[in-house]
């Protein structure tokens, strides 16, 4: 079956302009995640959704990041007044349940650069 | 807090040697256990996992033990092959920490032919 899809796969921005990513996770899985993979380092958790609402946004950097997820299907990180910090590759996985014992399918990632 | 502690890279190994690869942590709870992988030009995917004290998870000849009395999660494989050059992430996931995964820095493994 179809796994995880991100768009864009690339995303390159201007400095304090507004970018929009794209997660369409493995159907029927009701836990979305979202992650940030910088350079060298491993992915770094920022959001977890359990259908439709945010169960745990305590990775959020700072109020420029927001997440949603309507429907409990598709999700959309949104990032505001992009900083160049910003720039990394965002993950997004999804799991069955959400349990701690399941495996997180992940999608290829958008790279996102702040210029 | 939760944590994961990996060995530095890069790891170079010529085919066919032995491959260790520590993985150490720190949890409140009792957590679970995961390697992944990302190979060039590729996401992440799973490599094997453990969910419980001394079980052993497997897959492509890796293997690895949760070991709780040494908080550790070492990924070995007995005869590595070119195919096997990526990065190797050791992660955990607890349940008193919101079942997010807290992934180590990686690994990266060189195979030389």
């Known amino acids: 079956g179809a796994g995880v899809s991100q768009t864009p796969s690339n995303k390159v921005t201007e400095k304090g302009k507004y970018v929009e990513l794209r997660c369409d996770p493995i159907s029927g899985h009701t836990a979305l995640y979202w992650y940030r993979q910088s350079l060298g380092q491993g992915p770094e958790f920022l959001i977890y959704f359990q259908g439709t609402g945010a169960a745990d946004d305590s990775g959020l950097p700072n109020d420029r990041f927001f997440a949603v997820r309507p429907e409990g299907s598709v999700s959309t990180l949104k990032i505001q007044r992009t900083e160049r910090g910003d720039s990394a590759v965002y993950l997004c996985a999804s799991s069955v349940r959400g349990g701690y014992t399941d495996t997180q399918y992940f999608g290829p990632g958008t790279r996102l650069t702040v210029l | 807090g939760n944590s994961v502690t990996q060995m530095e890279g890069p790891v170079t190994l010529s085919e066919e040697a032995f491959l260790t690869i520590n993985c150490t942590y720190t949890?409140?709870?009792?957590?679970?256990l995961f390697w992944y992988v990302q190979y060039p030009g590729e996401g992440l995917q799973l490599l094997l996992k453990?969910?419980?004290?001394?079980d052993k998870g497997s897959n492509k000849g890796f293997e690895a033990t949760y070991r709780k009395e040494t908080t550790s999660f070492h990924l070995e494989k007995g005869s590595v092959q070119v195919s096997d050059s990526a990065v190797y992430f050791c992660a955990l996931s607890d349940e008193s920490n919101g079942n997010k995964l807290v992934f180590g820095a990686g690994t990266i493994l060189r195979v030389k032919s």
């Open positions: 453990a969910t419980k004290a001394d």
């Open positions: 949890a409140t709870g009792y957590p679970s």
